[in-house]
């Protein structure tokens, strides 16, 4: 199946912060406290910011969704940090899609993205015992580099960079 993956639009955020929501659950838990996983949700996946960043993507190129149909399998999006630096800021797939394609299409558009405005290598940010997020990763060719502070994160904890050059 040829999943499309599209700008999002006011009718996908729903769909969006329960992907996203229910993707930080599946990843996390047993890697992380209840707590601080309920917290990172209620902060980044609810609908009132969804829905603002999908209107007005400041900082960023937006939210993408993969669709079947009507249907949000996947979300995620990215944008340049420096002149020629890409991030991958969020990719998550719904969990009944995952291992079909979905994740590696958000990946491949939001690239394509940002080697349109100049990128020439790109990173994401992971917690480090996400041994999921890191095949998935490596599969597309990313190496890990280190680690640095959590984004947003008001625990201790760092997160592992991983790099590839487009």
Known sequence: MTVPVVPAQQRHVDEICRICSD???????????????ETTIDEFYTTERVAKEVRSPDGWDGWLVALHDEDVLGAGGG????????????????????????????LETMTAQQRNKGATEQWVSIVPSNEIGKSFYRKHGFEVVGEREAYGDSSDRNSLRLRRSL
Not at 23 to 37: M, S
Not at 85 to 93: A, I, K, T
């Open 23 to 37: 993707g930080w659950r599946e990843t996390y838990t047993r890697l992380l406290p209840d707590e601080e996983i």
């Open 79 to 106: 944008g340049l940090t420096e002149l020629t630096v890409g991030e991958v800021f969020v990719l998550y797939v719904d969990p009944a899609e995952k291992r079909k394609g979905v994740g590696s299409r958000l």
